[in-house]
């Protein structure tokens, strides 16, 4: 079982950055696929990003694709999300999420989730 702790949300002008991080409890991190999703009001959650078990593979959404970039660092339980050129439509909150297995971009596929972390990008 992992437990997932995001953080490095804030507010944000369009154009700006924001590095999030998921930290994750237990000594088995290395072997679960990472996600990254998000929900705005009123919006159903969107898968964001995902990565490997290794950081082999990364996947995006097509709306972040050249702007984010999800890595992570088994050393230190973490995974990451780097936004750069972030725009309104990216105010949401960011949750990130682990599986066994292959990465994936379908939430459902999913067991352990963090409790998420506001990210809001002011025009």
């Known amino acids: 079982q992992v437990q997932l702790v995001e953080s490095g949300g804030g507010l944000v002008q369009a154009g700006g950055s924001l590095r999030l991080s998921c930290a994750a409890s237990?000594?088995?991190?290395?072997?679960?696929?990472m996600g990254w999703f998000r929900q705005a009001p009123g919006k159903e959650r969107e898968f964001v990003a995902a990565?490997?078990?290794?950081?082999?593979?990364?996947y995006y959404a097509d709306s972040v694709k050249g702007r984010f970039t999800i890595s992570r660092d088994n050393a230190k339980n973490t995974v990451y999300l780097q936004m750069n050129s972030l725009k309104p439509e990216d105010t949401a909150v960011y949750y990130c999420?682990?599986?066994?297995?292959?990465?994936?971009?379908?939430?459902?596929?999913?067991?352990?989730w963090g409790q998420g972390t506001q990210v809001t990008v002011s025009s």
């Open positions: 999420a682990a599986r066994r297995g292959g990465a994936r971009d379908y939430d459902g596929d999913y067991g352990y």
């Open positions: 990565i490997s078990w290794n950081g082999g593979s990364t």
């Open positions: 237990g000594r088995t991190f290395s072997s679960y696929a």
